[in-house]
């Protein structure tokens, strides 16, 4: 049961995606990102990730002002983290005035991922 209720709470999450995420998703979807496949709105160890790379152990987390100085998030990072997982944290206004800056983060990440 747990699991359906994850997948019901994704989809609703991916009908109502933030601007920042509409706008990194489109960079993301499709294999655009160093032919890397992510996923959006994916259950990781018990938390729904905003994008997930599965293959490459990567999840990608946007934040808005309401996460400032999270100690839930912080447990959320934990968690992902101890299923095997890096995380990497963007504020969305970071992402939406600097889109090119995340995603080069983001290939830094798959490319030290594909070296290990």
């Keep these: 049961m747990a699991r359906e209720r994850d ?3 994704a989809r609703t999450l991916r009908r109502r995606s933030t601007e920042a995420e509409a706008r990194l998703w489109t960079h993301l979807r499709a294999r655009q990102l160093e032919g890397a496949k992510f996923r959006r709105q994916m259950p990781v160890a018990g938390y729904i990730a905003d994008f997930a790379c599965p293959a490459a152990r990567l999840v990608i987390e946007l934040d ?3 996460h400032a100085d999270s100690t839930a998030d912080a447990q959320r990072t ?3 983290e101890s299923a095997g997982y890096l995380v990497l944290r963007f504020w969305n206004n970071d992402v ?3 889109t090119e800056g995340a995603l080069e983060d983001i290939r830094r990440a798959l490319s030290r991922s594909r070296n290990l």
């Design 64 to 66: 808005g002002g309401q």
């Design 7 to 9: 997948i019901d709470i």
């Design 78 to 80: 934990a968690a992902i």
């Design 96 to 98: 939406l005035a600097n």
